[in-house]
């Protein structure tokens, strides 16, 4: 049997470098798995299960690389990189991992939201420079305003209530309602969430249902100056629609840890081969990039220690049952 783990960075070697895997050969590949090279390939197209990260994208064409394939172990909660029809038609199990990141993201967006709304980068990087504007440095307080956390799932009830407890009023919108939101946050239908938040909170799930659901219609429905917070998934948001709006001043702020093509915004040297659309896409980004009331991260709400750990573990435990034979939680249980 043979396992391979691709985006394969050091934690991931120090981590599972040491573990048992009964019988197994372990392969450890730093690139992303639509990336590997010819040689890779040959060598490992044997391969039983593969683990992936975020970088990585699994549609037919490179699975069809792995005729041997019997599971995907994403180490991450979200599956939209999996072609997961081709999974189901070919007996391919796709594992994730849940319930590892709600503290990690949930205070993670929080930082960004302080250091959007109080403009604490601008503070820092003239600090750094030794020239100090005051009068540049005037932002809003959380307490008070109204908050819209579209998405209570793990992330989003944990979110509510940390953004409760800095005094501000929750409001909530999910197709199905957690009992664990309902003391801090109101549940209302979406138009309303939109039309009464000053800050609105992004932590629902890319699938083709939600695909730029942040689009021109809905922003044109929010609070002029609204900030927009996003530690889901890029795929959420239309780029251009964003970039107009944050011109336009109808979008006060935007905070996001992820994006559209995140990877190809950040190397632009993979922008090679993407489509018109694509490239307009990634353009978009570059634009906000640079804009003072933008802040982007890459990708890193889910990188502390303790969720990481949690994240490996979980991956560990899934690939020791599918080499034992034993049963474990897939996405289409």
Avoid: W
């Avoid at 991992?97 to 604490?120: C, D, N």
């Avoid at 020239?131 to 979110?159: L, Q």
């Avoid at 953004?163 to 979406?190: E, T």
């Amino acid at each position: 049997m043979k396992i391979i783990f691709f985006d394969a960075i050091d934690t991931v070697h120090e981590f599972y470098k040491d573990k048992k895997f009964k019988g197994t050969d372990v392969v450890f590949i730093d690139n992303p798995a639509q990336d590997i090279t010819a040689a890779d390939l040959k060598a490992h197209k044997d391969a039983d299960a593969i683990s992936i990260f975020t970088h990585s994208e699994l549609d037919a064409q490179t699975l069809k690389k792995f005729p041997n394939l019997k599971l995907i172990a994403l180490r991450t909660t979200g599956f939209n990189k999996v072609d997961t029809e081709y999974c189901k038609n070919h007996g391919i199990k796709v594992s994730n991992v849940v319930g590892y990141g709600e503290v990690a993201v949930s205070e993670f967006a929080i930082g960004l939201l302080i250091a959007l709304m109080r403009k604490i980068l601008p503070g820092v990087k003239d600090m750094r420079r030794s020239r100090v504007d005051m009068s540049k440095y005037r932002g809003h307080d959380i307490h008070g305003k109204t908050i819209g956390v579209f998405g209570t799932g793990a992330i989003g009830a944990h979110f509510a209530h940390l953004a409760h407890a800095f005094g501000a009023n929750v409001i909530a919108y999910d197709r199905i309602q957690n009992p664990k939101c309902q003391s801090v946050a109101k549940y209302v239908d979406l138009d309303t969430l939109y039309a009464e938040s000053d800050i609105i909170a992004l932590n629902i799930p890319a699938n083709a249902q939600n695909y730029h659901i942040i689009n021109e219609s809905a922003i044109a429905k929010m609070k002029r100056g609204v900030i927009l917070l996003n530690v889901a998934r890029g795929e959420l948001m239309d780029a251009e629609a964003l970039y107009d709006a944050l011109l336009s001043g109808h979008i006060g702020g935007l905070a996001q840890d992820v994006l559209e093509l995140e990877f190809e915004t950040v190397t632009i040297s993979s922008a090679k081969g993407l489509t018109d659309e694509q490239l307009r896409i990634v353009l978009f980004n570059k634009k906000m990039m640079h804009m003072d009331n933008v802040i982007f991260t890459p990708h890193m709400a889910f990188n502390s220690v303790e969720a990481t750990m949690r994240i490996f573990t979980s991956v560990y435990e899934t690939l020791t049952a599918f080499i034992d034979g034993k049963k474990f939680r897939t996405i289409f249980d």
